[in-house]
């Protein structure tokens, strides 16, 4: 299972978080630093679409380790509250394609 790893210590604020995601997953240069962009490059993990360095095989989910999430969770609650809620909806938006999910996400 293909896997990238976060440090909530470097989430703590919008602009780290953002930074850290472009980095870590391989956003491209336009990326929009926001949850809307975030989605968006998450959504084509299973295509050639050149908005995230991984390309999912049907059956592959994409695993996100957050490592010192209770840093996150106490820093910054409501950046982890949307990183939940859109893991979740990029989730959703496969289903709704008849696809399986592609993104889970895993606090450490």
């Not at 910054?76 to 938006?93: D, G, Y």
């Not at 394609?97 to 889970?104: F, R, T």
Request: overall charge negative.
């Amino acid at each position: 299972m293909p896997a990238v790893q976060l440090d909530g210590r470097t989430l703590t604020d919008w602009a780290g978080f953002h930074q850290t995601c472009k980095q870590a997953l391989g956003f491209p240069a336009f990326y929009g630093g926001n949850m809307d962009a975030w989605i968006d490059c998450l959504s084509g993990l299973r295509d050639d679409d050149g908005m995230s360095a991984f390309r999912l095989a049907p059956d592959e989910m994409l695993q996100i380790q957050v490592l010192h999430s209770d840093v996150l969770r106490r820093e910054a609650p409501e950046i982890l509250s949307a990183l939940e809620e859109c893991a979740a909806e990029v989730n959703q938006l496969y289903l709704e394609n008849g696809k399986k999910p592609a993104v889970g996400l895993v606090l450490r």
